[in-house]
């Protein structure tokens, strides 16, 4: 009776290390009707406040940088090189922030993810289930980012399309690495950590606000060891039209990030296979 239990509570065997598209979209469709009922608490996170940033610092500071100065912010307006960098910096924030709690809540709190498990659904799936839903989530934000950043007039390029997958690529490098660590967590006493001695500083010393070049000489090599400087100087580079000016930049600024997703992703499965396999 006690080996027909074990029998009965045991996952379906899986013969494949590969991926299941049909379970992968499985674990995306539940992140997706999860969002459906909690999509109004993130409204303002993710879309007004942006915007809001973008008319303070953009309009309102700008308007004094533009006069004060006869610097030239990549031959455009202070509102036209904010832009892409807020841009980057929101889907950085809106990533770490899918990449923490829920994952914890799905793993720790109300074991959602345990309860696919018990299901012919792999750690594998679930992992790689989560990271195509905040894929997804991060184009949507992108996505309206973008259409307000056109609004505001703070667009020089139609290039500035391939700044939403730059971005994603850009959020997607934090995603990957911190879903990993989040994985390993049973208590949320670390997050706070994480927003405080990375994603805050990331997102003042990262190019966002001004050119790196205006940091000390000291602190500049580790702004280009962020991954949000990468991302800022693609969107930029597309935003601006000036991506050409640099090909091959540009090209070490994609492989930086790309690097980073893959290993983060490596991680994420391992350690979601380790939770969820050894409890």
């Known amino acids: 009776m006690a080996t027909l239990a074990r029998e009965r509570l045991a996952p379906s065997p899986q013969t494949s290390d590969e991926p299941s598209w049909t379970a992968l979209l499985r674990v995306f469709e539940f992140r997706v009707l ?12 993710s879309f007004i406040s942006p915007a809001l940033f973008l008319t303070a610092m953009g309009l309102g500071l700008g308007g004094y940088v533009n006069g004060a100065t006869s610097q030239s912010f990549e031959g455009g307006t202070y509102l036209a090189f904010l832009a892409p960098g807020l841009l980057a910096a929101a889907l950085m924030q809106t990533a770490a922030g899918e990449s923490m709690f829920p994952i914890l809540g799905g793993l720790q709190w109300q074991r959602t993810y345990h309860a696919m498990y018990a299901t012919p659904i792999r750690p594998r799936d679930i992992c790689l289930g989560i990271l195509l839903w905040i894929t997804t989530r991060l184009t949507l934000v992108g996505s309206v980012f973008l259409l307000v950043t056109f609004l505001f007039g703070a667009i020089q390029s139609p290039m500035a399309i391939f700044a939403i997958p730059a971005g994603v690529l850009t959020g997607m490098a934090f995603a990957a690495p911190i879903s990993a660590f989040a994985a390993t967590q049973r208590r949320p006493d670390m997050f706070s ?8 500083p990331l997102f003042l010393l990262s ?22 400087w990468h991302g800022v100087s ?13 090909p091959l930049m540009a090209v070490v600024h994609f492989v930086v990030l790309i690097t980073i997703v893959i290993v983060g992703t490596w991680a994420g499965l391992r350690t979601f296979h380790r939770r969820l396999v050894a409890g």
Not at 34 to 45: H, K, L
Not at 194 to 199: D, S
Request: glycine share 10%; proline share 7%; charged share 15%.
């Open 34 to 45: 999860e969002y459906r009922r909690t999509f109004r608490a993130s409204i303002f996170a």
């Open 207 to 228: 190019g966002t606000f001004f050119p790196i070049e205006s940091l000390p000489n000291w602190l500049q090599p580790l702004a280009w060891l962020s991954p949000l």
């Open 193 to 200: 950590n994480i927003f405080r001695f990375g994603v805050t």
């Open 234 to 246: 693609l969107c930029r580079g597309f935003m601006l039209g000036t991506i050409g000016d640099d």
